[in-house]
């Protein structure tokens, strides 16, 4: 692999993925690990990446010069640039010339990582100390006005650095810069492909699992769906999904998991349908986390009775969890040694369920997971499914929730999410919560008769990664048809309303 060496950078996993986008294969690693360490792990190549520590200052991490020497090609970007020189003997120092945001780059010698690009052009900066004299050996190829040594490289030690984002979107050749160092000065091949992914994880889980049984909760979301796809293709029948239909999806959801998905992968899967048990343990309650407790509660009772019943008809030792490598990232996972949150989607399972974890997406970021599924033929919609919370429709309706009500949402949700597919507009927006205001009543009219009916909620956003959002600026004309086409054809609301509020201080969802 190629390792992303994290100095801190919120960047770490941008670069990650930029290195994947050239089809290689690239992994993150804490700046924690020794020399010897990072050199175990048969590197392609090493990138250090920014950070937000000054390679001045006391105790912060710098690589050893040893690095340096072993024949690896070395990457540095902005901290990691400047821990490079300093490794090398080059000269780090606090200007003044602070540079943050966009700036021009003058390239003063076109090298390799330059290579048919503009002599001017803009780069994304974040910096307050420079470089101001490069190591012995390496051509300063690139200035800005904040940085004398925005670049350097040596080729014949297949060391290079650049003081800027490559990563970022507002470097515009950022990824060719990035190709260069890899391709050209690294020598690496872009062997990283989708259908060579599939065809590792498939060997592995065979390799993993032998000819023991394997069981999936699947939940309809993307990564559970493509995670038993992948189980399927490596041991077919030895997997058993099961569904536990809550009733508390969106219209045509179970539908799709029942028969679209099995009908493509051929996949054993046993159906759960608790849609009364659920609004049964939800009748009168209001309270929002109260009512998540429930679902969750139910959920775990209702899959662990089915896992015992599908163990008890074929002994089953492995789960498939849809764990991706954000989550093994952020759980400190890079360092082999921590524990990854173990059942996260079905929660604890009793003691005497005891099964050992298969996890074929956890090298993979969510986009890369999409274009498996693609790859694997599953269906477009599942594909590109927007994050849905686990408790579903039951806490997008603001009160109790009762079947009646899950009707009147359910219509309503699916005029918007045809309306917003009609449009083109799916991939532009994060997610598309709608929400029932189970509790408010309005005034309306229509015809020659007054309407006292429910009010509608769109929460269209826009996000990276749900922890913050902004709402989405949806075409007038599309929120137009919305609403008419909700007033018309669900009786019982009379008025459609826009959420405008981001997060923070708003969540995404309404409870
Ligand atoms: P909020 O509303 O906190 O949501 O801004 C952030 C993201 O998490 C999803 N979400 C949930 N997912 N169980 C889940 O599995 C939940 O209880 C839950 N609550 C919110 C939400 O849809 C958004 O993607």
């Not at 690990?33 to 990072?38: G, P, Y």
């Not at 590792?200 to 000819?211: M, N, T, Y």
């Not at 015992?308 to 759980?331: C, I, K, M, N, W």
């Amino acid at each position: 692999p190629v390792l992303v060496v994290d100095y801190g950078a919120q960047y770490a996993q941008l670069i990650a993925r930029r290195v994947r986008d050239l089809n290689v294969y690239s992994e993150i690693v804490p700046s924690t690990l020794t020399t010897s360490e990072l050199l175990a792990k048969n590197p392609a190549a090493i990138i250090l990446s920014g950070g937000p520590s000054s390679v001045n200052a006391d105790a912060t991490p710098i690589p050893t010069a040893d690095l340096f020497e072993a024949g690896v090609p070395v990457f540095g970007i902005c901290y990691g640039f400047q821990a490079m020189a300093v490794a090398l003997g080059g000269t780090v120092e606090a200007t003044g010339l602070r540079e943050f945001g966009g700036t021009t780059l003058e390239v003063t010698e076109t090298g390799r990582l330059f290579d048919g690009l503009p002599q001017s052009q803009s780069v994304w900066m974040s910096h307050t100390d420079c470089v101001s004299m490069a190591p012995e050996g390496f051509a300063t190829t690139a200035r800005t006005a904040g940085a004398p040594v925005a670049a350097f490289e040596d080729t014949s030690r297949r060391l290079a650095g650049v003081q800027f984002h490559p990563e970022v979107a507002h470097t515009p050749h950022g990824q060719a810069v990035l190709r260069h160092f890899l391709y050209d000065i690294a020598g690496i091949e872009p062997t990283w492909t989708m259908s060579n992914v599939i065809d590792e994880q498939v060997a592995a889980i065979r390799e993993q699992v032998g000819d023991k049984n394997v069981l999936c909760a699947l939940s309809g979301g993307v990564d559970s769906s493509v995670a038993a796809a992948l189980v399927h293709r490596a041991v077919g029948d030895q997997l058993t999904c099961v569904f536990v239909d809550h009733g508390l999806l969106r219209a045509g959801e179970a539908e799709q998991v029942e028969k679209d998905y099995v009908a493509i992968t051929g996949i054993n899967l046993k159906v759960v349908d608790a849609t009364e048990r659920f609004l049964t343990a939800l009748k009168g309650e209001t309270d929002p986390e109260t009512k998540r407790k429930i679902i969750g509660r139910e959920f775990i009772r209702v899959f662990e009775q089915a896992a015992r019943e599908v163990d008890a008809q074929s002994h089953t030792e492995f789960l498939v969890q849809g764990t991706l490598y954000p989550d093994v990232v952020e759980s400190g996972g890079g360092t082999g040694t921590a524990n990854i949150k173990s059942h996260h989607n079905v929660g604890g399972l009793p003691e005497d369920l005891q099964f050992t974890l298969v996890e074929p997406l956890r090298t993979l970021f969510k986009d890369e997971v999409r274009r498996i599924g693609t790859e694997l033929g599953l269906p477009e919609p599942m594909v590109w499914r927007h994050p849905f919370p686990g408790p579903g429709l039951g806490i997008r309706i603001i009160g109790e929730v009762t079947a009646e009500r899950l009707e009147i949402l359910r219509a309503a949700d699916a005029i918007a999410r045809a309306e917003l597919t009609a449009a083109g507009l799916d991939r532009s927006v994060w997610q598309f919560p709608v929400v029932l205001l189970a509790d408010v009543r309005s005034v309306g009219v229509a015809g020659d008769g007054r309407t006292y009916g429910y009010p509608i909620v769109l929460r269209p956003v826009s996000s990276e990664d749900a922890m913050t959002a902004d709402w989405s600026r949806l075409p007038y004309e599309l929120l137009a048809r919305i609403s008419t086409r909700i007033t018309n054809e669900v009786p019982e609301v009379n008025r459609v309303a826009l959420d405008i509020t981001s997060k923070p201080p708003g969540t995404i969802e309404w409870e």
